[in-house]
């Protein structure tokens, strides 16, 4: 903690201050250039114009702002609520009508992309002409002919166009076309060529996002910050901000994505999936991270019309509606290298959720399934347990006997367990083929979006946060410590006092866990208490 503070106060990566001549010359927005480099050399390929990226002297200072002082245009839909810039008909605000920013918080929707430094998260898009052929960028100016729209009761679509118009006789509509019910944009820029030449140029797209400042989530809980890739060859791939310093994203990908994640939401820019594209990434002052693709460069006759089309999204992380939208986009739902157990879970615990109507309900009936699954396999371990812990006084007398001679008393401990037919290990085989699936559902139960301000009962109105009043943390620790007394002991007296600490250890980390992973927990804590309890009640009885 102490060298991120001096980092931030005195380190080589200190934000910049604009000076006021600066911010006299320059607009306090300032996005980044595209980078399109098909070559390590940074060199462009034939007919397009090399574009740099902007000074450091031009980025505000963590007090302004990376909004323009060209005119807004305000959209609302049925899921949105955007801002788009007129300067390059840039996104720099979207709102997601359906998800409050907090609890009960009627007014205030949750504002997933922003211009405003230090959390600048913003997408832009814009053309790149050929030499001596001019083509609006992200910062080119547009003309609208109102700046606010609105879907209309009984229209299933809302389309408006931004105008540009160049000296040479190019003109270029871009398009936004949103419809009801989804989260998908279509994007269009529409080039007609009045030049008298050919017109030879290429699309790009890109999100630009500064490295997060607090994103609001427990740091007792890991969730992924950073941006992502899809293509047919490597399938989901993150790129994180630590990758996009250490090395530069250049890939020829045939359809594919990229996007910007973060705890439940997802922001992507989506090509057609039969073009291919170049995939890049770029680090500009001010920790602000680029990930972009570019189209092929077309060449279009004088007189002729071109468009170019991709999908914008920005939105929460629903599976069914991402994997409709785009190939591999409920990939972005995280859930590691399980993801083909923790799917399956999930779709079940949403079967049940869909039946109970109660989010914390349905944890509680699926960790009562899976438990009931692995009943036997549980069983056997069980007993395997409750018959080393009959074991007990004789291990103690054994110790006593031998007292600091490990290797005669390991011998006389594995002769006793082969006179008396116990596995040692019995009890933990049949715990590790459950482990990867209690993981998985641990995981459904940290990237679920549903479970997002999903309220239970009583006290508890959000499974997605802590428990206001550490009830069910307190509770988790109780029946890990009844767990521990219904356990062998460890002959080892330093190893017992470890084992005897991890209930207060681990009721200290979950106090900060979302509820519903808590909940869980003590579900299935419970039901393994009930169940190695009663097994090691006949075997004591027998």
């Keep these: 903690m102490l060298w991120q503070a001096w980092n931030q106060d005195y380190g080589e990566n200190q934000q910049p201050v604009a000076g006021a001549d600066t911010v006299k010359t320059a607009p306090s927005y300032t996005p980044s250039m595209p980078v399109p480099a098909a070559k390590a050399s940074g060199e462009i390929p034939q007919a397009t114009p090399t574009v740099g990226t902007v000074s450091s002297a031009a980025v505000p200072s963590m007090t302004e702002t990376a909004a323009s002082s060209s005119a807004k245009v305000n959209v609302k839909t049925d899921l949105y609520t955007m801002e788009i810039d007129t300067r390059g008909g840039n996104i720099l605000k979207v709102f997601l009508n359906d998800f409050p920013e907090a609890l009960g918080d009627t007014e205030n929707k949750l504002q997933l992309m922003t211009p405003i430094f230090p959390d600048v998260y913003i997408g832009q898009s814009g053309l790149i002409g050929g030499e001596q052929i001019s083509a609006p960028t992200h910062e080119a100016i547009y003309q609208t002919e109102?700046?606010?729209?609105?879907?209309?009761?009984?229209?299933?679509?809302?389309?408006?166009?931004?105008?540009?118009?160049?000296?040479?006789?190019?003109?270029?509509?871009?398009?936004?076309?949103?419809?009801?019910?989804?989260?998908?944009?279509?994007?269009?820029?529409?080039?007609?060529?009045?030049?008298?030449?050919?017109?030879?140029?290429?699309?790009?797209?890109?999100?630009?996002?500064?490295?997060?400042?607090?994103?609001?989530?427990?740091?007792?809980?890991?969730?992924?910050?950073?941006?992502?890739?899809?293509?047919?060859?490597?399938?989901?791939?993150?790129?994180?901000?630590?990758?996009?310093?250490?090395?530069?994203?250049?890939?020829?990908?045939?359809?594919?994505?990229?996007?910007?994640?973060?705890?439940?939401?997802?922001?992507?820019?989506?090509?057609?999936?039969?073009?291919?594209?170049?995939?890049?990434?770029?680090?500009?002052?001010?920790?602000?991270?680029?990930?972009?693709?570019?189209?092929?460069?077309?060449?279009?006759?004088?007189?002729?019309?071109?468009?170019?089309?991709?999908?914008?999204?920005?939105?929460?992380?629903?599976?069914?509606?991402?994997?409709?939208?785009?190939?591999?986009?409920?990939?972005?739902?995280?859930?590691?290298?399980?993801?083909?157990?923790?799917?399956?879970?999930?779709?079940?615990?949403?079967?049940?959720q869909s039946v109970v109507t109660n989010w914390g309900l349905s944890i509680i009936l699926l960790t009562m399934m899976i438990k009931a699954v692995f009943f036997k396999l549980s069983e056997t371990s069980y007993r395997s347990m409750a018959n080393m812990r009959k074991m007990t006084p004789r291990i103690q007398a054994l110790k006593d006997r031998y007292g600091d001679d490990k290797q005669r008393m390991n011998q006389a401990m594995m002769e006793l367990y082969k006179k008396e037919k116990i596995n040692p290990l019995g009890g933990c085989l049949p715990i590790v083929v459950q482990i990867p699936v209690f993981i998985a559902l641990y995981w459904v139960l940290l990237e679920s979006v549903e479970l997002r301000q999903a309220p239970f009962i009583l006290w508890i109105h959000d499974l997605s946060t802590k428990d206001p009043y550490f009830v069910l943390p307190v509770i988790m620790g109780v029946s890990m410590f009844i767990q521990q007394k219904l356990n062998p002991a460890p002959p080892d007296p330093m190893q017992a006092k470890i084992m005897m600490s991890l209930p207060f250890v681990f009721t200290i980390f979950f106090a900060f866990f979302p509820s519903g992973l808590v909940l869980y927990w003590v579900v299935n804590n419970t039901l393994s208490i009930a169940q190695q309890w009663y097994i090691t009640r006949q075997i004591e009885a027998a």
């Design 146 to 352: 109102k700046n606010s729209y609105q879907i209309s009761d009984g229209d299933d679509t809302l389309q408006f166009d931004l105008a540009w118009s160049g000296e040479d006789g190019i003109k270029v509509t871009k398009r936004f076309i949103y419809t009801r019910g989804s989260y998908l944009v279509t994007v269009q820029h529409i080039v007609e060529n009045g030049s008298g030449k050919p017109w030879v140029g290429r699309e790009y797209r890109q999100l630009m996002r500064s490295e997060p400042t607090d994103d609001g989530e427990s740091k007792f809980v890991y969730t992924y910050t950073g941006g992502a890739i899809y293509s047919e060859e490597e399938k989901y791939e993150k790129i994180s901000f630590g990758d996009m310093e250490d090395k530069k994203l250049a890939r020829d990908v045939k359809g594919g994505w990229i996007a910007m994640l973060q705890h439940y939401f997802v922001g992507a820019w989506i090509p057609p999936v039969e073009e291919t594209d170049h995939f890049y990434s770029n680090v500009l002052s001010g920790k602000r991270y680029v990930l972009g693709a570019y189209t092929p460069s077309i060449q279009l006759e004088s007189g002729a019309t071109h468009t170019f089309s991709t999908g914008f999204v920005a939105g929460p992380k629903l599976q069914e509606e991402l994997a409709e939208i785009a190939t591999g986009l409920d990939l972005s739902v995280d859930y590691g290298w399980l993801t083909v157990l923790a799917q399956p879970i999930f779709w079940l615990l949403k079967k049940i």
